[in-house]
Structures are given as C-alpha cells and as structure tokens.
C-alpha cells in the first residue's frame, strides 16, 4: 500500500510539474516571440538543415545580420536539427505560416525535393542555399563550389611541397564524411593539382573522420606512429586539420608537418591560421547574407539570376588579421 | 577444474591474446626495424584512445548488471564536456557555474554524510549492535544523525568557499574535476530517480535523458556556439595540461584514470555487500527485494555512479581535444555497450564484471589501433568492427559445438560438456549468484 501511494504521489507530482511548466511555456513563448512581426512588411521563412555544427552556426549569424539591416523583412528561423523529417515539417509549417519566400538550407537533395515543390505550388518563391535539391522550378540556387575550393587548395598543396614539376612530399588526407558530396568534391578537386605530381605520395587510404576534430585527432596520432615523415595535412575542413595539428603538437612533430584547411570560419580557421599552427585555409562562404540580400530584391520586384555561385579565398597569415579584425575578434 | 575447462573460462583473455599477437606479427616495421605495433608510444596511445570509452563503459557494466541500460551516458558526458569548457573559459557566474556549484554541493553533502554514517554503523556492528538491514535504527541520535549532518555540512560549505573563489576568475583543473562529474551524477541521478520511482523502463527512461541532456547542453553553451574551443594558456588556465600530459613519462593520464575506475568499482563490486546486492538484484530483482536488499537505493546508485563517470571522460574529452560541444558524445552509448557485452556480460543483468569490460575495452581499442595501422578505408574498418563484435559476443555466449548445431550442422554435445559459461547456470536465484558472482 505504501509503495502504492507513493506511486501515485510520484505521478501526480510529475504531471503537476509538466502542467505547469507547459502552461507557462505556452503563456511566454508566443507573447515574448517576435515583437517585430507586427511592424514589418515581409516575412521571410528560413529552413536551416542543423545548427550543430560551426559552418552552420556562422550561416544563421550572417543571416541574422543581413536581416537586421533590412527593416521590411521579419525573419523566421526553423531548425531541422539534423534530420530530413524534421526539416521537412518545418518548411511545411513555413508554408502554412504563407512567408513571402522561402530560403532553404537542405539537409540533403532528395528528401527535401518533395516538400519544396510543394511551396512552389502554393506560390511561395524558393531560394535553395549551399546544397541542392533535385529539381529546377525553384527560383534561384546560392552556394559555394566545393569542387573549386578543392582545387585551390590543391593548387597551393603543390607551391607548399615545392611548386609544380618538383613538388615531392608526404601528404595526409582526412576525409569529411564519407557519403557527403562536399567530401567528394574537396578530394576530387585537390588531386587535380597533387596527383599531377609524381613525388606526391599519398599515405592514407580514404580515413574519414566524419567532419570532426576529436576523430582527426585520433587518426593522425596513429598516422604520426606509422610514418615518420609527413609534410603535409590536408582536411576537408578546418577542425579537422587543426585537430591533426594537435596530435602532430602532441607528438612534438608540428614544426615539420603543414595543415591545410577548408571553411575559414573566423573565430576557427581564420584564427588558427593567424596563430600560424595552419598554412591556409579556405574560405567556404556561408550564402546567408547573400541569400536574404537577394530575398529582398525578389520582393522588390526586381528580376534575380538562376544561379550564384559564391567565390573562395585563400587566408594565410598575411590576411588572417584583418579578417580576424572585420568580425571583431 | 580440467584443463579444456580452464581454457572456456578464460577464454575472453585468449582472445584479447590472439588480438594483441595479430597486431605485433602484423604491424607495419619502422625504417629503424623497430616494431610500430609494439612500441610503447603506441600502446599508450591506444590506452588513451580507449579510456574515455572505457570510463563510460566502467558505468555501464554496473547498470547493465542491476539489468538495467544507460543510452544517455553520450549526452550526459557531452553536457559535461560543455560545463568543463565554458567553467574553464568563461569567468563569472555563468550558467555552468550556476548549475555546477549547487550540484557539487549536494553531492559533497550527501557522500561525506553518508559516509560518516556508515563508518558509525561499521563500528557499532563491530561492538555487537544487531547486525540487519535495520541496525541504523539502534544507532543514538547523536552518531546516527547529527554527526553526519554536520560533517557533510561542514564539507559542502568548504566545497562552496573553493568554488565560489574560483568564479571570479577562470576553474582551474581541481574544480572542474569537482563539478562536471557531479553534474553528470545528478544526471544520472535523475534517471534513476524516474526509473524508479515512475516504475519505468531504464531503455524508455535514459532514452529521454539522452534527447534532454543533449538539447540541454546545446541550450547551456548558448545558440552562437556550436563548439567551445579551450586553448590551455591563451583563454583557459595552464594547470588543465596535466590532464593530458603523461604521468611518469609513460601512462596517459586519462589512462590513469579509466585503471583507476576499473580497480575502484571492480573492488567495489567483488568485495563489498553493496557489489552483492547490485548481482543480487540483475539476477532476480524480487528476489532480492524480499531478501531484504534496499533495491532502490542500489538501483540510484547505480544510475549515479553512471552519470558520475560519463562527467570523468567529459572532462578529459576537453583536456584531450581542447574544445567542448553539445554532440560530442554521439554514439558513445553504443560504443560502450558493445565493449560491455563483448566483456562477457550479460545484457539480462546478474552476470559478468569488470575485468571483462577492461578486455572488452581493450579488444575494441586494440582492433581499431592494428586497422589503422594498416590504414584499412574507414568504410571498411566499420564492417570488420560489426563482425568482430559478432563473433566475440559467439564465443563469448556460446561453444562450437552449439552454433553449428544451431545450423543443423553438428549435434548438441549438451551443456556441461567444455564447461560453457551458457544459459543453463544463468538463471538460478538471486542468492545463490552471490556465491560465485558471475564472471571474474
């Protein structure tokens, strides 16, 4: 009988607990959500695929920032949290919110396609950003080329080990995800440049560290046992080769070894590289500003391209400071 | 016991042999004819690779013994890493500070009183008070309550007066070493709590806690900061470099820590009433219940001393990687599991131990070290992981004999022959498992 109330106080106590944190939740949120819905004059919804990551979390702060700027424009952020079903009710309830445009950030092509058609026939222009979706009726494309960043990199993986011709030397690649087309391009793109090089030796078979830094670590720490000469750390993205930078600083063999990395985020690679622990990075540009920019011309009733493709830069040490600078860090 | 019955025992250690002599025959040789396996950087390695998975997996045979599962010990440990980073990086009151703190504090109350409590008990059982799950009731008011109280008192206030000195400036490596894992105790705490007082399913349970803790970690480190970098020097105090250093020049310390895991709570489980009761209460828990064991007490500790652990390698997942985030511990449950199971305990609870986990942990570790060394394609190195794992869970649960008969391809021998360690002795009460405990 004791056990049994204690149940029930238990239950009761939980339930009254939920009712009250969901009654205040329900009370503050749409009070306190957007108090500049009313004035503005546009609403434009934006699908964001995760906010976990880094390049993602720099993409929502460029596009706040455009949307700050713009005082017509009331902006809505949804968060897939990484996952195709969630990013697809999320656009679902954009287009029952009816915003003026949709920008979309697809988590991947072929899941998010259905959903977007489905905003195009409810006559809500579609701007897609960074990734693509399987059909053309949208309104406009913005996004980087991943293809062409890898080449850059290539380009300067070459002048690093002793330019075109007599370059020779011992590289590290780690892999972004292995599935992910960014990590296909950013491979395939560089060995333009490196496999032209006979003296070029590659080390590693396809090693993924699936983006992340902890898990570059870790390969490069075996990589530094199994090969005592390395020249050179090429990572698909900036974490990565910074966490192949601390495995080789680790193991006292940093000075010997040059990293290479993609994305430029400033408070990551841009500042690692002004630190000089990587040669370069390479800017990934997000397409939030950008995007909202263009948004706002589209409902200017200005007519906008189908296609823009956002352009790279190399960050060294020379100009890692002033970009530190421009972003107040 | 004959000689092929010695050989089914151990042969978990057999198998961690047959890895470890794969890996020397096979490992590629250095340019000085030195074998690369073999050296001792990279046996270190491989132990520091290993303990972080090895610490959660430390908790996780616990709770999988009382028959009950951790899946949230990836979130917890991820949350913890996000305290670590932002008590290391940001001064002032933030909200790891805010959340730390009290949970340190609660948490130093509770042990200290506890064990004043049971250092009385201790001493009066040995003047011959009433030996029983009651004999606290006989204890004098003054021994059995005051004095507890006002020792934990006395420590919380001094855990207060050392924390609360380092918030104006930044943690230093001794408190967060307090708090995170205390912050992942009380997570784990809770867990236990609602697993027990709600009557709920441990699986249903901590996988809530591990959807919770993780947005929780992600609302803690703020929505501009998917990671929180910590440069030891620059934005985080000096001290926090021993915890990757290495002690003595040869063993990593988290190392040091995982050994330090597996010794303290395997003694706790071979030697202790408490380690009887946790097999006690996985081999039947109403048994054990009627047999007058504090099942719930048990059950918590269980689920804290989980939590407890996952906030460890939180804190050396940033000493080790420099950098807090909210998914860093993705998968990790899973990880955990797989060395616990391929340690030889049984996901049913009531059977196996630590040291099982240690080889289990060392098998996984070892294997990955001897694929990368032959810089197997990651793709690759994910199938021959899965097979490994079936096939040791094989030998592990099951001779040859009955997994061939299974595919009509041989006869049962019947059980007792080659002395199995299979299901047939596994179900036998409570009670009697005390007796032999499972597993070493």
């Not at chain 1, 006559?123 to 293809?147: A, C, E, M, S, W």
């Not at chain 2, 099951?398 to 997994?403: F, I, K, T």
Request: aromatic share 6%; net charge neutral.
């Amino acid at each position: 009988m004791r056990e049994f109330m204690k149940r029930r106080e238990f239950l009761k106590l939980t339930s009254a607990a939920a009712i009250v944190t969901g009654a205040g939740a329900t009370l503050i949120l749409p009070a306190g959500f957007n108090p500049a819905r009313a004035a503005a004059k546009w609403t434009v919804g934006f699908s964001q695929a995760t906010t976990l990551e880094p390049w993602r979390v720099q993409f929502n702060k460029d596009i706040k920032k455009e949307a700050e700027k713009q005082p017509d424009v009331n902006l809505i952020i949804t968060d897939g949290e990484d996952k195709t079903e969630k990013q697809v009710a999320d656009v679902e309830n954009l287009i029952r919110q009816e915003v003026k445009v949709l920008l979309i950030s697809p988590k991947e092509s072929a899941g998010l396609t259905g959903v977007v058609l489905k905003a195009i026939d409810a006559g809500i222009p579609v701007i897609v950003l960074d990734r693509n979706v399987d059909t053309d009726k949208y309104t406009q494309f913005i996004g980087g080329d991943n293809k062409l960043i890898g080449r850059e990199a290539g380009k300067y993986a070459v002048e690093l080990l002793g330019g075109a011709g007599k370059a020779k030397g011992n590289l590290v690649e780690i892999w972004g995800g292995m599935g992910t087309e960014p990590a296909h391009d950013r491979h395939d793109g560089f060995h333009e440049f490196t496999d032209k090089e006979a003296a070029i030796k590659n080390l590693l078979s396809e090693q993924s560290a699936d983006w992340k830094q902890d898990k570059a670590y870790d390969i490069m720490t075996t990589a530094l046992r199994n090969n005592e000469q390395i020249d050179l750390v090429y990572g698909h993205n900036d974490p990565m080769a910074y966490g192949a930078y601390l495995a080789a600083k680790d193991a006292g063999r940093e000075k010997d070894i040059k990293f290479i990395g993609i994305d430029g985020l400033p408070d990551e690679g841009v500042t690692w590289v002004s630190k000089g622990e990587l040669a370069a990075t390479f800017l990934y540009a997000t397409p939030g500003a950008e995007g909202l920019r263009q948004a706002v011309k589209l409902l200017n009733g200005e007519k906008i391209e189908k296609t823009i493709v956002l352009p790279t830069m190399k960050i060294t040490k020379e100009n890692a400071p002033e970009i530190l600078k421009a972003n107040g860090l | 016991m004959s000689a092929l019955r010695l050989l089914s025992r151990t042969k978990l250690y057999w198998g961690l042999a047959l890895i470890f002599l794969i890996g020397a025959m096979s490992s590629p040789v250095s340019s000085s004819g030195r074998n690369i396996f073999l050296s001792t950087g990279n046996l270190t390695d491989v132990l520091r690779q290993v303990s972080i998975t090895g610490l959660v997996a430390t908790g996780m045979t616990i709770v999988i013994l009382i028959g009950g599962i951790d899946l949230s010990v990836g979130s917890v440990m991820a949350f913890a890493t996000v305290v670590s980073a932002m008590l290391l990086t940001q001064a002032g009151w933030t909200g790891s500070a805010l959340l730390g703190i009290p949970a340190t504090t609660l948490v130093a109350f509770v042990a200290v009183a506890a064990l004043i409590h049971f250092v009385f008990k201790g001493l009066a059982r040995g003047k011959g008070v009433a030996i029983g799950h009651r004999a606290d009731i006989r204890l004098d008011p003054m021994r059995g309550r005051i004095l507890p109280i006002a020792g934990g008192l006395t420590v919380a206030c001094l855990v207060i007066w050392f924390l609360s000195g380092q918030v104006s400036s930044k943690f230093g490596v001794i408190a967060v070493l307090m708090t995170a894992p205390c912050v992942g105790l009380v997570f784990g705490l809770i867990s236990g709590v609602i697993i027990v007082g709600g009557r709920l399913q441990p699986f249903i349970v901590t996988l809530a806690m591990m959807v919770g803790a993780l947005g929780s970690a992600r609302l803690l480190a703020g929505q501009d900061s998917a990671v929180l970098p910590v440069y030891t020097g620059s934005n985080a105090t000096e001290d926090f470099e021993l915890l990757r250093s290495m002690a003595w020049g040869v063993i990593p310390v988290p190392g040091l820590f995982f050994i330090a895991a597996i010794v303290i709570f395997g003694s706790l489980l071979k030697f202790t009433a408490f380690g009887r009761y946790v097999f006690a209460i996985g081999g039947n828990e109403d048994a054990a219940r009627l047999s007058g064991v504090d099942v719930v007490r048990v059950k918590l500790s269980a689920y804290a001393i989980s939590g407890f652990l996952a906030g460890i390698a939180g804190v050396l997942f940033v000493a080790q990687y420099r950098q807090g985030k909210p998914d860093a511990g993705q998968g990790l449950e899973l990880d955990a599991i797989a060395a616990v199971v391929i340690g030889g305990t049984s996901l049913m609870g009531g059977r196996g131990g630590l040291v099982g986990t240690l080889v289990g942990v060392l098998i996984f570790g070892l294997l990955s070290d001897i694929l990368q060394l032959h810089n197997i394609n990651s793709n690759l190195q994910l199938v021959l992981k899965g097979l490994i794992i079936v096939c040791t869970v094989l030998v592990q649960e099951r001779n040859l004999g009955q997994v061939l008969a299974a595919f009509g391809l041989a006869r049962t021998k019947g059980e007792v022959t080659g002395g199995t360690t299979g299901r047939a002795g596994q179900r036998t009460a409570a009670l009697q498992q005390e007796g032999n405990g499972g597993n070493p």
